[in-house]
């Protein structure tokens, strides 16, 4: 009798891990609407993130974004990273920023020059903003690899912050549902903020 019910309890088990899966496709993720660039503009301290595979980022991450004559984003950051398991140094890296959909400004690439190029895997990351208020927080996302059902593969994310001390409550439960909404809840570490770049 136990037996009969093994074919049943596969395909409940089945549908229960697409159906999971499904909420975690990369495409269904939402990004800021009518995300404003200029808003965005300004000095940004990383409080927390979400790593990738292979080198990154550390600590002491910030990242100064300003829009040019031509309306586009550029940005200049800081942030520490062990290099050869020993090696501490305060990288300082630039990006451009592109928008391959007017209509969805959210969804960004950025192109990476300095140190930043050996720390990303193709030289051209997405940049996704997920959601921010412009005056105190912002989460951002990038995909670099997709698995076949749509979720993500290797992704990492930032928490960034106007100020380096920190969020306030409120905000800080708005980015904990972001950061579900992304199927990236409890992955994230916190961003030492000591000055050290």
Do not use: H
Request: proline content about 5%.
């Amino acid at each position: 009798m136990a037996w009969s019910k093994l074919p049943l309890l596969l395909v409940l088990l089945a549908f229960v891990e697409r159906s999971l899966s499904a909420s975690c496709v990369v495409d269904s993720f939402t990004v800021k609407e009518d995300f404003d660039p200029k808003r965005y503009a300004g000095k940004w301290y990383a409080l927390q993130k979400k790593d990738p595979e292979g080198l990154f980022l550390q600590d002491n991450i910030s990242a100064e974004y300003t829009i040019d004559d031509d309306g586009s984003m550029t940005a200049s950051s800081k942030g520490r990273v062990t290099l050869f398991g020993f090696w501490v140094v305060c990288a300082d890296m630039a990006a451009q920023y592109s928008v391959p959909d007017p209509a969805t400004p959210g969804k960004m690439f950025m192109n990476y020059q300095g140190l930043a190029s050996y720390l990303s895997s193709g030289g051209q990351d997405n940049y996704w903003v997920i959601d921010t208020d412009y005056d105190n927080y912002a989460i951002t996302y990038a995909c670099r690899t997709l698995k076949d059902d749509g979720s993500c593969d290797d992704g990492y994310a930032l928490v960034f912050s106007r100020n380096p001390r920190g969020l306030p409550p409120a905000i800080q439960r708005v980015v904990r549902q972001k950061q579900d909404d992304i199927c990236m809840a409890g992955q994230f570490q916190p961003v030492l903020q000591s000055g050290a770049c």
